[in-house]
């Protein structure tokens, strides 16, 4: 089995097993660190059931908007479900490795709990780099440091047994390579947080 095909698997049911009162409360404090403004454009990868996009439409406001993709269509479909009231959404099925959303076309880009799960990264991180406007961020998190994430993903399945956060030497290699600027990694008990930027136009 692929991970698209686990995913699609996993998402009948996935909030029942993942979306938890702890999780919750965890999102409530994780995304005003993101400092997202009213009236951004704002990318959520690898969206799942959409957990993240009511806190993200908080946050940018009814001037805003939250694209969300993922690249499985049974995630897909719950999230358009859940979030078919919310305004100033689009939730769209794609890979975010080939991705052609154009070029600048987001404020920031937000991949939670899903880039441990990317095949391959450096191609993702140049796509998300196109697609962000100069001094763009980039947000990588997860509700877990990546040593925990190591532990779950073994625990959950064998088909995401493999799947981790590089080092932090390597992550930040990784995404220095792939054109950002500003990196900041904090990886500790119960929260994974990187955040960097794209370059603002000389
Ligand atoms: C562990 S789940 C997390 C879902 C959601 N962010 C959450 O926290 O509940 C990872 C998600 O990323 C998606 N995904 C994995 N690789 C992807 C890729 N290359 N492009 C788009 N989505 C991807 C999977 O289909 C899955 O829904």
Not at 51 to 67: F, N
Request: hydrophobic share 40%; aromatic share 6%; glycine share 6%.
């Amino acid at each position: 089995m692929n991970a698209k095909d686990y995913f699609d698997n996993a998402a009948e049911t996935w909030d029942s097993k993942f979306q938890n009162p702890r999780l919750l409360s965890f999102l409530e404090k994780l995304v005003p660190q993101f400092d997202l403004k009213q009236g951004q454009q704002v990318l959520d990868v690898g969206t799942g059931t959409g957990v993240l996009i009511p806190y993200l439409i908080k946050a940018v406001g009814p001037s805003g908007s939250v694209t969300a993709i993922d690249f499985s269509e049974k995630m897909v479909q719950k999230c358009k479900t859940k979030c078919a009231h919310l305004k100033n959404v689009n939730i769209t099925v794609g890979n975010i490795e080939d991705a052609a959303f154009p070029a600048e076309s987001f404020d920031a880009v937000i991949c939670f709990g899903v880039f441990p799960h990317l095949e391959n990264k450096r191609k993702a991180l140049r796509n998300i780099n196109r697609m962000l406007k100069p001094d763009g961020e980039l947000v990588i998190a997860h509700a877990l440091s990546s040593e925990e994430l190591k532990a779950h993903h073994k625990k959950v399945s064998d088909h995401v047994a493999h799947a981790a956060m590089p080092d932090k030497a390597e992550m930040t290699q990784l995404i220095e390579q792939t054109g950002f600027v500003e990196i900041r990694i904090r990886d500790e008990p119960g929260c994974y947080l990187c955040i960097a930027h794209k370059p603002s136009k000389a």
